[in-house]
């Protein structure tokens, strides 16, 4: 991969001559790594040794640093069982989760199933009854007869309410609120 700064390096002036462009190359702009050197000033290795107690501990001291270190080891161990149980309680609270979002998924999709079969069932309804079947089924099923012309009579709602409010105001309190109801 060639830098752009490549170029600028080894080519200052276009018309440049091989003996100059050798002159020109500097090598503090090189991108070559430097040689290692080793530290001359290291310090030599020191040598193992063992070291003795040459202090005997009493009886007491030695009860004390069981007691330390009993109290030690169960400060770790409860840490521990802490730190496993915050763990198993962690996965066993992921693994419900992933199950009640499993459930909702599974519920959604029955919700649409019944959805769809109600839109279908309704279709089948509105397609199987009609005008026509209706009154076929009440004239020949209920026995029903169609309203003749004749047979109807138009109510003029206006004088109706005329009338209906001066027969009220005829008629006595008492009449009146044994018309009402009370």
């Known amino acids: 991969m060639i830098n752009s700064n490549d170029f600028r390096r080894y080519s200052y002036i276009a018309d440049m001559e091989t003996s100059r462009a050798v002159e020109a190359f500097s090598l503090t702009r090189s991108s070559a790594a430097p040689d290692y050197a080793p530290e ?3 310090q030599p290795k020191k040598r ?12 007491k001291q030695l009860i004390a640093e069981q007691r330390l270190a009993r109290k030690r080891a169960a400060v770790i161990f409860v840490s ?6 915050m763990l198993f309680g962690m ?4 693994s419900l989760k992933n199950e009640y979002v499993r459930e909702i998924a599974n519920l959604k999709t029955e919700i649409t199933r019944e959805e769809n079969q109600t839109i279908s069932t309704n279709a089948r ?4 009854v009609t005008i026509e079947q209706i009154e076929d089924y009440a004239v020949n099923e209920l026995g029903m ?10 109510i003029d709602v ?3 309410k005329e009338k209906r409010l001066t027969s009220l105001l005829e008629k006595s309190p008492a009449a009146l609120a044994e018309q009402v109801g009370k």
Do not use: D, F, G
Not at 48 to 59: A, E, F, G, P, Q
Not at 80 to 85: T, V
Not at 145 to 154: A, I, N, R, S, W
């Open 145 to 154: 007869v169609k309203l003749q012309p004749e047979q109807m009579v138009y």
């Open 40 to 42: 001359k000033h290291a």
């Open 125 to 128: 309804l509105e397609s199987l």
């Open 91 to 94: 996965l066993y609270t992921y």
């Open 80 to 85: 521990l069982a802490l730190a496993a149980s």
């Open 158 to 160: 206006e004088n109706y």
């Open 48 to 59: 193992l040794s063992v070291n003795t107690n040459s202090r005997i501990k009493s009886r």
